[in-house]
């Protein structure tokens, strides 16, 4: 959700990265997301045809509910686009559709060798069904499931984003939460094809925290990406983050069939981040590229 960038190990670049294996990117952001300020869908796309991407798809936020504060309150400094309510929660910016499926369609004709799919990135969907239909007649393309908030331990009913969260469970008890309520979300008939960002509430995991818990954590992964694989939907490898490749290899034991790459990007010059590195590992767990190279990668 947050737009900080990210590291600048950069594996893209030069000539050599276009390469007809490098996956589509299937979750970046634009100044249509309303944490996006830095965001800008032509340049994007521009980007996406100098490092030779066969495909992008375009994620836009698109989040219902109403967070309450973390402790100490928001941080966001007016960088992103939201109002306070009565009750002091913030509710983010409603995604201006018609103005966002316009400008894919200019850039569409701008950069007519590019596949550039319209989508959005969808926040706890399986918790706001009616508001969910009301989208359904836009069409979009690729509809990435997330979650960005988990349920508020002290007003029950309500919930709080990530932040919010490790203040009221902790560290591991935030993990847990979240790969339950994702695991809730995955057997849901929620409209998404994509579970996003995973490993998302280890964005937050310090460096002086020590290394992550594999040995507790296996079980509920692994419930979770039986429970995905049982609906057919894919497992996104999300390139925010340094990925866990054993999480990728789980996905292959539980008989996941598909994987999409999503840089989360926020601002042009994040797409694609960790391309080679992700791309390489992903194969190694046993996913390949399908002879459209615009699509999600598949079970070898
Ligand atoms: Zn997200
Ligand atoms: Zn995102």
């Not at 995973?198 to 992550?212: E, I, M, N, S, V």
């Not at 989360?264 to 981040?273: F, I, N, Q, T």
């Given at each position: 959700m947050d737009d900080r960038g990210v590291a600048e190990d950069d594996d893209r670049g030069s000539a050599q990265w276009a390469d007809a294996r490098w996956p589509a990117d299937d979750h970046v952001h634009s100044q249509y997301s309303w944490d996006a300020h830095s965001g800008d869908l032509e340049a994007t796309c521009a980007r996406a045809v100098q490092l030779g991407l066969p495909a992008i798809s375009f994620t836009e936020h698109v989040d219902f509910g109403a967070w309450q504060p973390p402790p100490g309150g928001w941080t966001w400094n007016g960088a992103v686009r939201g109002r306070m309510d009565d009750h002091g929660r913030f509710m983010s910016a409603p995604l201006e559709v018609q103005a966002y499926v316009e400008e894919v369609e200019r850039c569409r004709h701008l950069f007519p060798g590019l596949r550039i799919r319209c989508g959005i990135e969808l926040s706890e969907g399986h918790r706001f069904p009616d508001e969910v239909a009301e989208l359904a007649g836009w069409g979009f393309e690729r509809v990435v499931g997330s979650l960005h908030a988990l349920q508020d331990l002290r007003h029950p009913g309500e919930v709080v984003e990530l932040r919010g969260a490790l203040a009221q469970r902790g560290l591991l008890g935030t993990v847990h939460a979240y790969l339950d309520e994702a695991a809730v979300m995955a057997a849901s008939d929620a409209p998404f094809e994509v579970l996003g960002h995973?490993?998302?509430?280890?964005?937050?995991?310090?460096?002086?925290?020590?290394?992550?818990p594999w040995d507790d954590l296996e079980e509920r992964v692994r419930h979770v990406l039986s429970v995905l694989a049982s609906s057919g939907r894919a497992l996104e490898v999300n390139t925010r983050r340094p990925m866990e490749v054993q999480v990728v290899r789980w996905w292959h034991e539980v008989g996941g069939q598909a994987v999409s790459f999503g840089s989360?990007?926020?601002?042009?010059?994040?797409?694609?981040?960790r391309w080679r590195e992700v791309a390489d590992a992903v194969s190694s767990a046993g996913f390949r590229p399908t002879a459209d190279p615009t699509s999600f990668w598949s079970r070898a």
């Open positions: 995973l490993d998302y509430p280890l964005r937050y995991w310090p460096a002086g925290a020590g290394p992550l989360d990007a926020h601002r042009p010059e994040d797409l694609a981040v």
